[in-house]
């Protein structure tokens, strides 16, 4: 199921890095920003990473939070944050169910070979729960400035 701009944002509740649980509908009031990536210290997710946390104050300032998500672990995630001394809180989805119901946990192929996977994807959520911004197959080059535009900042 592909997720709308408009839609109401599927409610989660995923452990974080630090060992915290977040949930959606406890953050009501600000803006989230949910970014799915596919996984903790590759090329790409490290750069989309790095570029979320050198915007962060700009993203504080326009009153969002920014959540990324992966199927790695817990322990994984805090690695990696600690590594790269991230400003993002990472969220650990192994089971695939908020992928799932975000409609990013897809059928991918690489080298013509088919597999399951994560299409790095953004959604904006706004303070009522409700999706304002779907980014879909996003680059990570730059994404983190064309968020923040998207969210008038």
Known sequence: SMLEEGAK?????????????????????QSVVLYFYPKDDT????????????LAPDFTKAGAVIYGVSPDSVKSHDKFRCKYDLAVRLLSDEEKEVATAYGVWVEKSMYG???????????VIDG???????MRKVK??????????????
Do not use: N, W
């Open 140 to 153: 990570p080059a730059d994404h983190a400035a064309d968020v923040l535009a998207a969210l008038g900042a």
């Open 43 to 54: 090329s790409g997710c490290t750069r989309e990473a790095k570029e979320f946390t050198d």
């Open 9 to 29: 944002a599927p409610d989660f509740q995923l452990p974080a890095d630090d060992g915290s649980v977040v949930k959606l509908s406890k953050l009501k009031g």
């Open 128 to 134: 009522d729960g409700k999706v304002t911004k779907v």
């Open 113 to 123: 070979k088919k597999y399951m996977g994560i299409e790095r994807s953004t959604f």
